[in-house]
């Protein structure tokens, strides 16, 4: 006879403060929040015991920010900043995001909004035997392993965030792409690099924010009649930053700071390129 399991329930069960981040549990995992400015705020999910500090790869900017509060109710928990409220419901862990004014920026979907499946990654033995074979593609020749001893290495996640986008909203980013769009919406985006394609997993929206994916993975956006998420193929954690600003100089501001500035070309650089 087959049995039902119960799924783990996201209720938040414990909440306590740890220097510069809010720590949040329940049955199903632990979600860590950490204010990086007033209107930077760093979110991260993991379903183990403990979540990792390490940064995702090209962020360079891990300063503690500790200037903000936050306060109970008996169905929400609030964090705020100078600039910021999220508004956590203590039923499902979803969060809502304010600015200083009380207007809605962003909402992550009711319930379930955070999904993470985890899965073994293996890694090829050096000395193992190894069959590759050798394909053509658009990019050029490629390598392609088709057998090869593997040991263990680790446990990783395929991370789904689902957000609910508001009705008027437009959405731009995520690099260089071919399809010729402009706004986003509607639309399924791949982010991996290819020829001709330059992925970078940062949104900009015109309600006044950024979301930048931290994950070390190929992505998917999508926003299409079967849901709207950002999808990461294989994640120590789940791990994104929300960037508030009132117009896109201010939230590229926050993106830089993240990031780490541009370096100026050397002068003889400079001139007739293509590729």
């Given at each position: 006879?087959?049995?039902?399991?119960?799924?783990?329930?996201?209720?938040?069960?414990?909440?306590?403060?740890?220097?510069?981040?809010l720590k949040?549990y329940?049955d199903y995992?632990?979600?860590?929040?950490a204010?990086?400015?007033?209107?930077?705020i760093?979110?991260?999910?993991?379903?183990?015991t403990?979540?990792?500090?390490?940064t995702?790869?090209?962020?360079?900017?891990?300063?503690?920010?500790?200037?903000w509060?936050?306060?109970?109710?008996?169905?929400?928990?609030?964090?705020?900043?100078?600039?910021?409220?999220?508004?956590?419901?203590?039923?499902t862990?979803?969060?809502?995001?304010?600015?200083?004014?009380?207007?809605?920026?962003?909402?992550?979907?009711?319930?379930?909004?955070?999904?993470?499946?985890?899965?073994d990654?293996?890694?090829?033995?050096?000395?193992?035997q190894?069959?590759?074979?050798?394909?053509?593609?658009p990019?050029?020749?490629?390598?392609?392993?088709?057998?090869?001893d593997?040991?263990?290495d680790?446990?990783?996640?395929r991370?789904?965030?689902?957000?609910d986008?508001?009705?008027?909203?437009?959405?731009?980013g995520l690099?260089?792409?071919?399809?010729?769009?402009?706004?986003?919406?509607?639309?399924?985006?791949?982010?991996?690099?290819?020829?001709?394609?330059?992925?970078?997993?940062f949104?900009?929206?015109t309600?006044?924010?950024?979301?930048?994916?931290?994950?070390?993975?190929?992505a998917?956006?999508?926003?299409?009649?079967?849901?709207?998420y950002?999808?990461?193929?294989?994640?120590?954690?789940?791990?994104?930053?929300?960037i508030?600003?009132?117009?896109?100089?201010?939230?590229i501001?926050?993106?830089?700071l993240?990031?780490?500035?541009?370096v100026?070309?050397?002068?003889w650089?400079?001139?007739?390129?293509?590729?």
């Amino acid at each position: 006879m087959l049995h039902a399991v119960p799924a783990a329930s996201r209720k938040i069960t414990k909440v306590e403060r740890i220097d510069d981040r809010l720590k949040l549990y329940s049955d199903y995992g632990l979600m860590a929040i950490a204010p990086v400015s007033e209107s930077i705020i760093r979110i991260s999910f993991t379903r183990e015991t403990q979540i990792t500090d390490e940064t995702g790869l090209g962020i360079v900017y891990d300063r503690p920010y500790v200037n903000w509060q936050f306060d109970e109710s008996d169905s929400h928990i609030h964090l705020r900043t100078d600039a910021l409220t999220l508004k956590i419901s203590k039923e499902t862990a979803s969060i809502r995001y304010f600015d200083a004014d009380g207007k809605l920026l962003l909402a992550e979907r009711g319930k379930e909004s955070k999904i993470l499946d985890s899965f073994d990654a293996y890694k090829v033995v050096t000395q193992g035997q190894t069959k590759v074979d050798v394909i053509k593609t658009p990019d050029g020749e490629k390598r392609v392993v088709r057998q090869a001893d593997k040991i263990f290495d680790k446990k990783l996640y395929r991370t789904t965030l689902h957000l609910d986008w508001q009705k008027d909203e437009a959405l731009f980013g995520l690099g260089q792409a071919e399809e010729g769009l402009l706004n986003l919406r509607g639309s399924t985006q791949y982010l991996h690099q290819a020829n001709m394609k330059i992925a970078v997993p940062f949104l900009l929206s015109t309600k006044g924010y950024g979301l930048l994916l931290a994950a070390d993975s190929p992505a998917i956006f999508n926003d299409t009649a079967h849901g709207s998420y950002w999808y990461a193929e294989a994640c120590i954690k789940m791990d994104y930053y929300f960037i508030a600003g009132n117009n896109f100089d201010k939230i590229i501001q926050g993106y830089r700071l993240l990031s780490g500035k541009a370096v100026m070309l050397p002068k003889w650089a400079f001139g007739y390129q293509q590729s």
